[in-house]
């Protein structure tokens, strides 16, 4: 286990220098600075702004310093929010996005559990087709057709719920079911495909044959297994939803990572951009980690060993 950790945080620490390094220089090849905009500013201000960020520095010499401040999680100033640094703003929209996030993947995983193994159970009933109609819808609408929908019809002829904004328990019920949409079908799919898959194999069949409750054969033997494969899905799945929804956020007016992210593109905030992308790559390669952990638990088959036996 150790051997096998020690290699997997050697090819973390590779795999997030690789992404620093080209999220770096595809910012500075990008047309334009972080100060361009419809007026022009003058050069002697700009030749001070400049010097003040550290960009009249050669291109390599700034790539260096940027390394530097990340091994010692200094993210830099935000070049357009000027009471703050990118740490503030992270520190400041990732709890909104993970108090979303959680809520969103709790009803996607069991939600979407539920509904594979249902649709399994019943396989070719109607509960099947039910089960199956719901994940292509969560497949096939877009999202933000989708929390268009929510609103309209919970917030604006309902009236149960607020239509944007966050603050108590209600204003996170809509996004939430939104974000989870489509991580929720596609577990649905997955389940169901694979409890198919498990519950013709013969130890099945002779757990059956011996007389075990349907029960019992579904929750002992089958799910555990069905369940592999969703569980490699949820590494990627988690970064994605904690880090928080671009579209959906901005839709509902959520102070999240993800709306802090689109205000940067838009507003050409380099340091941010670069700064919540790295972020996210952290979450990833640490999550993708914990999953593989994860493995040995759901099934003590699996072994973590350096040598990948």
């Known amino acids: 286990m150790i051997r096998y950790l020690s290699k997997r945080i050697v ?3 590779i795999s997030l220098f690789l992404i620093i390094t080209a999220t770096f220089f595809l910012m500075r090849a ?3 600075g972080p100060f361009t905009g419809e007026k ?16 009249d520095k050669p291109v390599f010499e700034q790539y260096i310093d940027y390394l530097k401040r990340v091994i010692t999680w200094d993210l830099g100033p935000s070049f357009k929010e000027k009471s703050s640094t990118v740490n503030d703003i ?5 709890p909104v996005s993970l108090h979303l996030g959680i809520q969103a993947l709790l009803i996607a995983v069991f939600g979407g559990i539920t509904l594979g193994v249902i649709a399994a159970l019943r396989h070719n009933k109607s509960a099947d087709y039910i089960s199956m109609l719901i994940a292509v819808l969560g497949l096939s609408v877009p999202s933000f057709i989708l929390a268009s929908f929510y609103q309209y019809i919970f917030s604006i002829k309902a009236g149960w719920f607020p239509i944007a904004q966050w603050g108590t328990f209600k204003h996170t ?7 989870a949409a489509l991580p929720l079908a596609f577990i649905a799919r997955l389940t169901r495909s694979n409890m198919l898959e498990i519950m013709s194999q013969d130890y099945i069949k002779t757990a059956k044959a011996k007389g ?6 579904t929750v002992k033997h089958a799910i555990r297994n069905a369940l592999l494969p969703v569980v490699s899905y949820l590494g990627p799945l988690s970064a994605g939803v904690l880090t ?8 509902f007016g959520i102070p999240g990572l993800g709306r802090e992210f689109v205000l940067s593109i838009t507003n050409r905030d380099y340091t941010v951009i670069m700064g919540t992308t790295v972020f996210y790559s952290i979450l990833l390669v640490v999550l993708v980690l914990l999953v593989d952990i994860c493995y040995t638990f759901i099934d003590p088959r699996i072994k973590l060993t350096g040598g990948g036996e």
């Open 244 to 251: 928080g929804s671009f579209v959906i956020e901005r839709i």
């Open 30 to 32: 990008v047309p334009g």
């Open 212 to 217: 075990l409750s349907t029960f019992t054969t």
């Open 173 to 179: 019920v809509l996004p939430s079911f939104a974000l």
């Open 90 to 94: 992270i520190n400041r929209g990732f």
């Open 11 to 13: 090819f973390m620490i």
């Open 40 to 55: 022009a500013v003058p050069a002697e201000i700009q030749a001070a702004l400049d010097k003040y960020y550290g960009l």
